[in-house]
């Protein structure tokens, strides 16, 4: 008998205003080789077979943009486009509220300016957060790593071999999801990504390869980057 595939829904976060970029525009709305930013990134999960459902969190204001780029690029599998919150985990609890419409199993929450990520990743992680209930890519960190004091002072070092970088998508099985967010309501906490608010709630997170291309578009060195890489795409 052929086990039942676990529907899979995407939160993409795209709620960011991109100060540090010094854009008129925010980034994830920066068109690269004739698509929004936000498009090359949807249309990785869009073409992803396992991916059934995806909602798109964006600022206010910008919610009939990205509807229209969902008209123009054919987006299937967007269901809503909704408006986000003041916080990041505010804006993934906006979106979740919409998302739970279409019942799924396996939540993955990804950075919207992440628009190099690739199918083999998305995959991994989805295997990874039915086996373990919560997966995350992570890369190596290749540099010496160091404390900052007072005054800019190098206070100590931290063990490179024990760090790595945490990448997106990020991957949970609904209960574990639903329960951190719902923890981090009720303790009033804030994380920088969802795989915090996994650990707070006592869940273990499983760490999976990442990929060193899927860069997350935060400075001008990034943008020159990732243009020359979707370039050869």
């Given at each position: 008998?052929?086990?039942?595939?676990?529907?899979?829904?995407?939160?993409?976060?795209?709620?960011?205003?991109?100060?540090?970029?010094?854009?008129?525009?925010?980034?994830?709305?920066?068109?690269?080789?004739?698509?929004?930013?936000?498009v090359h990134t949807v249309l990785h999960f869009?073409?992803?077979?396992e991916i059934d459902d995806i909602v798109i969190?964006?600022?206010?204001?910008?919610?009939?943009?990205?509807?229209?780029?969902?008209?123009?690029?054919?987006?299937?599998?967007?269901?809503?486009?909704?408006?986000?919150?003041?916080?990041?985990?505010?804006?993934?609890?906006?979106?979740?509220?919409?998302?739970?419409?279409?019942?799924?199993?396996?939540?993955?929450?990804?950075?919207?300016?992440?628009?190099?990520?690739?199918?083999?990743?998305?995959?991994?992680v989805i295997f990874s957060a039915k086996k373990?209930?919560?997966?995350?890519?992570?890369?190596?960190?290749?540099?010496?790593?160091?404390?900052?004091?007072?005054?800019?002072?190098?206070?100590?070092?931290?063990?490179?071999?024990?760090?790595?970088?945490?990448?997106?998508?990020?991957?949970?099985?609904?209960?574990?999801?639903?329960?951190?967010?719902?923890?981090?309501?009720?303790?009033?906490?804030?994380?920088?990504?969802?795989?915090?608010?996994?650990?707070?709630?006592?869940?273990?997170?499983?760490?999976?390869?990442?990929?060193?291309?899927?860069?997350?578009?935060?400075?001008?060195?990034?943008?020159?980057?990732?243009?020359?890489?979707?370039?050869?795409?």
């Amino acid at each position: 008998m052929k086990k039942q595939k676990l529907r899979v829904g995407v939160l993409l976060p795209a709620a960011g205003e991109g100060r540090r970029m010094g854009m008129n525009v925010p980034k994830q709305y920066l068109h690269l080789h004739g698509k929004p930013l936000l498009v090359h990134t949807v249309l990785h999960f869009e073409r992803c077979e396992e991916i059934d459902d995806i909602v798109i969190i964006v600022s206010k204001g910008f919610e009939n943009r990205v509807r229209r780029y969902v008209k123009k690029y054919s987006l299937k599998k967007v269901r809503s486009v909704v408006t986000g919150g003041e916080r990041r985990q505010d804006s993934v609890a906006n979106g979740w509220q919409d998302l739970k419409k279409y019942f799924p199993e396996i939540i993955l929450v990804h950075d919207a300016v992440r628009p190099l990520i690739t199918e083999k990743l998305i995959q991994a992680v989805i295997f990874s957060a039915k086996k373990f209930g919560a997966a995350v890519p992570v890369i190596q960190e290749n540099n010496t790593m160091c404390v900052m004091g007072k005054g800019n002072v190098v206070s100590g070092y931290l063990s490179r071999e024990k760090m790595r970088i945490i990448q997106t998508p990020q991957g949970f099985k609904k209960e574990i999801f639903v329960k951190s967010l719902q923890n981090a309501i009720a303790k009033k906490t804030a994380a920088t990504d969802e795989s915090s608010l996994v650990f707070q709630a006592g869940y273990p997170v499983k760490a999976v390869e990442g990929l060193r291309l899927n860069i997350k578009l935060t400075t001008k060195e990034d943008l020159l980057i990732i243009k020359n890489i979707l370039r050869t795409q």
